[in-house]
């Protein structure tokens, strides 16, 4: 069995069963701030199945997205049925939510994929491919050159978690 199949299932494994260094990890992410840049990917299999390459101008964000239903603030204009519910199920998915805002905190790079590393009983993380768009490596690679020519992709839902939150793929 190659390398990645071997990280596949080390990766499966530290977070089927919670070990220390899951939760070392989890404990330190919880205290960072909610978008952060990382140093490599988690789970570089997945990463590279996505789009990853070891590249200057391809870089990594971790995001935290709080888990749960999303709280409708208080209500105005009168006593309507209607208007009584509390807690709402979001239209889009925390994978996208988390891609959204990398977009906005690194403007200047472009979201290429993301894929879930781990979460507590708060919070969901998710490690966001970013490319820098005035890198020439990536203006130079073909594959990148096509992502980074249109801006948004993740607000438009172009991304892979985009496209499902949309129901266009599985």
Known sequence: MGFYNESKKV???EYKE????YRER????SKEPAVTMAQRPTNLARARELGYRAKQGVYIA???VRKGRRMRPAVGGGRKPSKS???FSRAKSLQTIAEERAAVRFSNMEVLNSYFVGETGERRFYEIIMLDRASPVVTADAFYRSIVSRKH???RGLTRSGRKSRGLTH
Do not use: C, K, P
């Open 85 to 87: 519910g509390r807690f």
């Open 26 to 29: 989890m404990a330190t992410w």
């Open 11 to 13: 990766f499966a494994t």
């Open 62 to 64: 971790r995001v935290s």
């Open 153 to 155: 992709r993740a607000h």
């Open 18 to 21: 919670r070990s220390q260094i």
